[in-house]
């Protein structure tokens, strides 16, 4: 099925350890966002990118670093992870953000920092 | 800055019965747009309904209705008839920006939806 793919699926650190969490898309979208999403804090935006080789930062950027080589595949790194990273993260792709039903999620990334 | 705020962290409603959620948002922007997204304990994001600011009516898509209050900034969602699969996170989404500025949603806290038999 065509869609946005978020891999792993869940997952457990150890402070201080790095991981990469892989946002696929096969719907071609130029748009793509990582967001994280914490009890009582609806989803806030890590970084998003506007195209194949573009980054940018959103609202909560520190501790994370993205890249997107490819246009299918957005990569949400954390370097030294830390219990404050603990959360569920979401990725999501656009190909018109000016279309009602502009945004494609993919099902979320579990994440606890131990 | 944009900004989307939902006052109700959680609401009961009755089976059957209609319930409104409520959704303010604040923008300089003349052209945005208004999401509202249902999540379930599942996890994932379903898209419910849209508001473009330009449009004149109000949107509606089945039960959903969205009673959009320019001047008032407000962006209520409404469920007509409630079922009990309506139980779920409820968010009040906008977009921000165009083009190169990325057309961003920014979510607003949510709203917890419990459905009562």
């Known amino acids: 099925n065509a869609g946005v793919t978020q891999t792993p699926k869940f997952r457990v650190l150890k402070t201080g350890q790095s991981m990469t969490l892989l946002c696929a ?3 071609n979208h130029e748009y793509m966002y990582w967001y994280r999403q914490d009890p009582g804090m609806g989803l806030r935006l890590i970084h998003y990118s506007v195209g194949e080789g573009t980054t940018a930062k959103g609202e909560v950027p520190d501790g994370y670093n993205v890249s997107r080589l490819k246009k299918q595949n957005f990569l949400l790194g954390l370097e030294s992870a830390a219990p404050s990273q603990t959360s569920v993260y979401f990725c999501a792709s656009s190909y018109s953000p000016s279309r009602p039903y502009g945004y494609t999620f993919g099902s979320g990334t579990r994440l606890t920092v131990v | ?20 959620l409520d959704c303010t948002y604040d923008t300089s922007d003349p052209s945005y747009g208004l999401f509202w997204y249902k999540q379930p ?15 004149q009516q109000n949107a509606t898509e089945g039960r959903y209705s969205l009673n959009f209050q320019k001047a008032r ?38 709203t917890e939806l419990s459905v009562k038999p």
């Open chain 1, 25 to 27: 898309q096969d719907m």
């Open chain 2, 41 to 55: 304990s599942s996890g994932e994001m379903i898209f419910l309904i849209y508001q473009g600011s330009y449009d």
């Open chain 2, 73 to 110: 900034k407000s962006a209520n969602l409404v469920i007509s008839a409630s079922q009990l699969g309506d139980s779920a996170m409820y968010f009040c989404a906008m977009r921000e920006g165009w083009g190169n500025q990325g057309g961003k949603l920014i979510f607003g806290q949510g």
């Open chain 2, 1 to 20: 800055a944009q900004k989307i705020t939902q006052t109700q962290p959680g609401m009961f409603v009755q089976e059957k019965e209609a319930v409104t």
